[in-house]
Protein backbone atom coordinates (compact mmCIF):
# COMPACT_ATOMS: atom_id res chain seq x y z
CA UNK A 1 0.00 0.00 0.00
CA UNK A 2 1.17 3.67 -1.03
CA UNK A 3 0.50 6.70 1.15
CA UNK A 4 0.57 9.74 -0.79
CA UNK A 5 -0.07 13.71 0.56
CA UNK A 6 -0.83 15.71 -2.21
CA UNK A 7 -1.02 19.94 -1.88
CA UNK A 8 -3.35 22.63 -2.81
CA UNK A 9 -5.97 20.92 -5.43
CA UNK A 10 -8.06 23.99 -5.51
CA UNK A 11 -10.83 23.15 -8.08
CA UNK A 12 -8.01 21.69 -10.36
CA UNK A 13 -9.62 18.49 -11.20
CA UNK A 14 -8.18 17.85 -14.07
CA UNK A 15 -4.61 18.42 -12.80
CA UNK A 16 -5.42 15.75 -9.78
CA UNK A 17 -6.25 13.04 -12.79
CA UNK A 18 -3.24 13.64 -13.81
CA UNK A 19 -0.99 13.05 -10.67
CA UNK A 20 -3.06 10.27 -9.75
CA UNK A 21 -2.10 8.51 -13.25
CA UNK A 22 1.23 9.60 -13.03
CA UNK A 23 1.17 7.77 -9.42
CA UNK A 24 -0.34 4.87 -10.86
CA UNK A 25 -2.85 5.12 -7.90
CA UNK A 26 -5.00 2.54 -7.00
CA UNK A 27 -7.57 2.98 -5.31
CA UNK A 28 -8.45 -0.30 -3.89
CA UNK A 29 -4.90 -0.14 -1.63
CA UNK A 30 -3.48 3.57 -2.09
CA UNK A 31 -4.17 6.05 0.50
CA UNK A 32 -4.33 9.98 -0.13
CA UNK A 33 -3.83 12.72 2.54
CA UNK A 34 -4.91 16.01 1.46
CA UNK A 35 -3.30 19.30 2.95
CA UNK A 36 -7.07 21.31 2.20
CA UNK A 37 -7.97 23.71 0.27
CA UNK A 38 -9.69 21.04 -2.04
CA UNK A 39 -11.95 23.67 -3.57
CA UNK A 40 -11.84 27.36 -5.15
CA UNK A 41 -10.39 29.76 -7.94
CA UNK A 42 -9.78 26.09 -9.74
CA UNK A 43 -12.66 25.43 -12.15
CA UNK A 44 -13.87 22.29 -11.21
CA UNK A 45 -14.29 22.14 -7.51
CA UNK A 46 -17.78 20.18 -7.52
CA UNK A 47 -16.32 17.18 -9.44
CA UNK A 48 -13.30 17.22 -6.96
CA UNK A 49 -15.48 17.03 -4.35
CA UNK A 50 -17.58 14.21 -5.87
CA UNK A 51 -14.20 12.41 -6.25
CA UNK A 52 -12.25 12.82 -3.21
CA UNK A 53 -15.90 12.22 -0.90
CA UNK A 54 -16.14 8.85 -2.92
CA UNK A 55 -12.31 7.94 -2.24
CA UNK A 56 -12.70 8.38 1.53
CA UNK A 57 -9.53 10.30 1.86
CA UNK A 58 -7.57 11.63 4.75
CA UNK A 59 -7.92 15.64 4.53
CA UNK A 60 -7.75 18.71 6.75
CA UNK A 61 -9.46 21.51 5.95
CA UNK A 62 -7.99 24.77 4.40
CA UNK A 63 -9.05 28.42 4.16
CA UNK A 64 -11.07 27.96 0.97
CA UNK A 65 -12.88 24.95 2.23
CA UNK A 66 -14.18 26.34 5.21
CA UNK A 67 -15.21 29.93 2.87
CA UNK A 68 -17.30 27.73 0.76
CA UNK A 69 -18.64 26.51 4.07
CA UNK A 70 -18.88 30.12 4.98
CA UNK A 71 -20.14 30.96 1.63
CA UNK A 72 -23.14 28.42 1.55
CA UNK A 73 -24.56 29.44 4.51
CA UNK A 74 -24.16 33.59 4.33
CA UNK A 75 -24.17 34.37 1.59
CA UNK A 76 -22.48 37.99 2.52
CA UNK A 77 -19.61 36.32 2.20
CA UNK A 78 -19.52 34.95 -1.20
CA UNK A 79 -16.70 37.06 -3.45
CA UNK A 80 -16.57 37.82 -7.19
CA UNK A 81 -13.46 35.49 -7.25
CA UNK A 82 -15.20 33.00 -5.94
CA UNK A 83 -15.35 29.00 -8.27
CA UNK A 84 -18.08 27.93 -6.02
CA UNK A 85 -21.34 28.29 -7.03
CA UNK A 86 -21.48 24.97 -9.04
CA UNK A 87 -21.31 23.21 -5.86
CA UNK A 88 -24.12 25.30 -4.02
CA UNK A 89 -25.91 24.49 -6.75
CA UNK A 90 -25.62 21.68 -7.66
CA UNK A 91 -28.16 18.49 -6.51
CA UNK A 92 -25.81 16.74 -4.21
CA UNK A 93 -24.50 19.79 -2.83
CA UNK A 94 -25.79 19.28 0.66
CA UNK A 95 -24.39 16.54 0.69
CA UNK A 96 -20.67 17.49 -0.18
CA UNK A 97 -20.68 20.33 2.22
CA UNK A 98 -22.14 18.49 5.38
CA UNK A 99 -18.74 15.98 4.44
CA UNK A 100 -16.59 18.44 4.24
CA UNK A 101 -17.09 19.95 7.30
CA UNK A 102 -17.04 17.10 9.21
CA UNK A 103 -13.24 16.91 8.11
CA UNK A 104 -10.30 17.88 10.69
CA UNK A 105 -8.34 20.90 10.71
CA UNK A 106 -5.42 18.66 11.91
CA UNK A 107 -4.54 14.47 11.18
CA UNK A 108 -1.84 12.78 13.34
CA UNK A 109 -0.73 9.52 12.42
CA UNK A 110 1.14 7.72 15.37
CA UNK A 111 2.45 4.92 13.29
CA UNK A 112 4.31 7.02 11.02
CA UNK A 113 4.69 9.98 13.20
CA UNK A 114 3.63 12.50 10.50
CA UNK A 115 1.12 15.38 11.36
CA UNK A 116 -1.11 16.76 8.80
CA UNK A 117 -2.46 20.44 8.33
CA UNK A 118 -3.52 23.06 6.14
CA UNK A 119 -1.32 26.21 7.11
CA UNK A 120 0.86 26.33 10.26
CA UNK A 121 1.35 25.94 14.28
CA UNK A 122 1.87 29.06 16.49
CA UNK A 123 5.66 28.44 18.31
CA UNK A 124 3.63 27.60 21.80
CA UNK A 125 1.94 24.83 20.46
CA UNK A 126 2.89 21.24 20.70
CA UNK A 127 1.45 18.12 19.41
CA UNK A 128 -1.01 17.71 22.61
CA UNK A 129 -2.03 22.02 22.24
CA UNK A 130 -2.31 21.55 18.97
CA UNK A 131 -4.80 18.24 18.83
CA UNK A 132 -6.69 19.68 21.38
CA UNK A 133 -7.30 23.29 20.00
CA UNK A 134 -8.27 21.55 16.52
CA UNK A 135 -10.61 19.34 18.13
CA UNK A 136 -12.64 22.56 19.33
CA UNK A 137 -12.69 23.96 15.97
CA UNK A 138 -13.84 20.52 15.09
CA UNK A 139 -16.77 20.01 17.22
CA UNK A 140 -18.24 23.63 16.58
CA UNK A 141 -18.00 22.84 13.08
CA UNK A 142 -20.04 19.16 13.54
CA UNK A 143 -22.76 20.85 15.66
CA UNK A 144 -25.83 21.82 15.01
CA UNK A 145 -24.44 25.48 16.05
CA UNK A 146 -21.59 25.46 13.15
CA UNK A 147 -23.36 28.57 10.95
CA UNK A 148 -23.07 30.93 14.07
CA UNK A 149 -19.46 29.94 14.41
CA UNK A 150 -18.53 30.39 10.73
CA UNK A 151 -20.52 33.98 11.33
CA UNK A 152 -17.51 34.91 14.14
CA UNK A 153 -14.81 32.93 11.90
CA UNK A 154 -13.59 35.85 9.82
CA UNK A 155 -10.72 38.77 11.15
CA UNK A 156 -7.29 38.72 12.39
CA UNK A 157 -7.56 38.96 16.02
CA UNK A 158 -6.48 37.46 18.43
CA UNK A 159 -2.92 37.13 17.10
CA UNK A 160 -0.83 35.68 20.21
CA UNK A 161 -1.94 32.96 22.06
CA UNK A 162 -2.89 32.88 25.76
CA UNK A 163 -3.82 29.89 27.30
CA UNK A 164 -6.99 32.01 28.71
CA UNK A 165 -8.40 32.58 25.57
CA UNK A 166 -12.11 31.77 25.19
CA UNK A 167 -14.77 31.29 22.90
CA UNK A 168 -15.07 32.75 19.74
CA UNK A 169 -11.39 34.20 20.07
CA UNK A 170 -9.70 30.74 21.12
CA UNK A 171 -11.88 29.15 18.17
CA UNK A 172 -10.99 32.03 15.27
CA UNK A 173 -7.24 32.28 16.50
CA UNK A 174 -6.83 28.40 16.18
CA UNK A 175 -8.91 28.51 12.88
CA UNK A 176 -6.07 31.52 11.80
CA UNK A 177 -3.21 29.67 12.28
CA UNK A 178 -4.31 26.26 11.28
CA UNK A 179 -5.50 27.52 7.89
CA UNK A 180 -3.91 30.69 7.49
CA UNK A 181 -0.61 31.01 9.22
CA UNK A 182 2.83 31.62 7.08
CA UNK A 183 4.55 34.24 9.01
CA UNK A 184 4.81 35.12 13.20
CA UNK A 185 6.89 36.81 15.51
CA UNK A 186 9.31 35.79 17.91
CA UNK A 187 6.63 36.03 20.34
CA UNK A 188 4.14 34.10 18.26
CA UNK A 189 1.91 37.06 16.95
CA UNK A 190 0.52 36.29 13.46
CA UNK A 191 1.96 38.32 10.44
CA UNK A 192 -1.63 36.80 8.46
CA UNK A 193 -1.28 39.81 5.76
CA UNK A 194 1.98 38.69 4.54
CA UNK A 195 1.92 36.07 1.71
CA UNK A 196 5.43 36.57 -0.38
CA UNK A 197 7.83 34.19 -0.11
CA UNK A 198 10.36 34.07 2.62
CA UNK A 199 12.93 37.29 2.30
CA UNK A 200 10.08 39.15 1.23
CA UNK A 201 8.79 39.90 5.17
CA UNK A 202 9.73 42.60 7.27
CA UNK A 203 13.03 41.77 9.38
CA UNK A 204 10.99 40.99 12.78
CA UNK A 205 8.88 38.14 11.22
CA UNK A 206 10.01 34.41 10.46
CA UNK A 207 8.09 31.77 8.87
CA UNK A 208 6.33 30.08 11.52
CA UNK A 209 8.61 27.08 11.11
CA UNK A 210 11.67 28.48 11.44
CA UNK A 211 11.91 29.73 14.72
CA UNK A 212 14.36 27.67 16.64
CA UNK A 213 12.34 27.66 20.09
CA UNK A 214 8.67 26.24 18.54
CA UNK A 215 7.10 23.96 20.52
CA UNK A 216 6.27 22.02 17.47
CA UNK A 217 10.36 21.12 16.50
CA UNK A 218 9.83 17.44 17.52
CA UNK A 219 6.87 16.67 15.19
CA UNK A 220 6.85 15.67 10.84
CA UNK A 221 4.47 18.17 9.64
CA UNK A 222 2.94 18.77 6.43
CA UNK A 223 1.44 21.69 5.04
CA UNK A 224 0.57 23.26 2.33
CA UNK A 225 -1.10 27.20 2.03
CA UNK A 226 1.89 28.86 0.84
CA UNK A 227 2.35 28.72 -3.14
CA UNK A 228 5.05 31.34 -2.66
CA UNK A 229 7.13 29.26 -0.27
CA UNK A 230 7.19 26.19 -2.92
CA UNK A 231 8.87 22.70 -2.62
CA UNK A 232 10.66 22.18 0.71
CA UNK A 233 11.61 19.59 2.85
CA UNK A 234 13.43 20.11 6.10
CA UNK A 235 13.97 18.25 8.82
CA UNK A 236 10.01 17.98 10.59
CA UNK A 237 8.76 20.07 7.72
CA UNK A 238 7.04 18.94 4.54
CA UNK A 239 5.86 22.07 2.48
CA UNK A 240 3.16 20.43 -0.47
CA UNK A 241 1.81 23.56 -2.43
CA UNK A 242 3.97 24.12 -5.50
CA UNK A 243 1.34 26.40 -6.98
CA UNK A 244 -0.59 24.27 -9.62
CA UNK A 245 -3.70 26.90 -9.38
CA UNK A 246 -0.85 29.52 -10.88
CA UNK A 247 0.66 27.50 -13.58
CA UNK A 248 2.94 25.28 -11.20
CA UNK A 249 2.83 21.74 -10.19
CA UNK A 250 0.53 19.44 -8.33
CA UNK A 251 2.83 17.81 -5.51
CA UNK A 252 2.55 14.01 -4.32
CA UNK A 253 4.57 13.23 -1.46
CA UNK A 254 4.75 9.22 -1.00
CA UNK A 255 5.24 8.45 2.85
CA UNK A 256 5.77 5.23 3.03
CA UNK A 257 9.25 5.32 2.11
CA UNK A 258 12.28 6.50 3.60
CA UNK A 259 12.68 9.17 2.68
CA UNK A 260 9.85 10.56 1.66
CA UNK A 261 9.50 10.65 -2.49
CA UNK A 262 8.52 13.75 -3.86
CA UNK A 263 6.13 13.49 -7.55
CA UNK A 264 4.46 16.07 -9.08
CA UNK A 265 2.45 16.97 -12.44
CA UNK A 266 2.69 20.20 -14.15
CA UNK A 267 -0.25 22.34 -14.39
CA UNK A 268 -1.49 24.88 -16.81
CA UNK A 269 -2.29 28.62 -15.39
CA UNK A 270 -5.54 28.63 -14.60
CA UNK A 271 -5.50 32.11 -12.81
CA UNK A 272 -2.89 34.87 -12.60
CA UNK A 273 -2.16 36.50 -8.95
CA UNK A 274 -4.27 39.50 -8.85
CA UNK A 275 -6.59 38.14 -11.22
CA UNK A 276 -10.72 39.36 -10.37
Known amino acids: MAVYAIGDIQGCFDQLLGLLEKLRFDAASDRLWLVGDLVNRGPKSLQTLRFLRELDVVTVLGNHDLHLLASAALPQHRKRRDTLQQVMDAADGEELLDWLRRQPLLHHDPASGYTLIHAGLPPQWDLTTARECAAEVETVLRSDDYQDFLAAMYGNQPDQWHEDLQGTDRLRFTTNCLTRL ?93 QK
Open 182 to 274: RYCDQQGRLALNEKGPPGSQPAHLKPWFAWPQRNSRDMNILFGHWSTLGALDAPGIHALDTGCLWGGTLTALRLDCDPPQRITHDCPTLQQPG
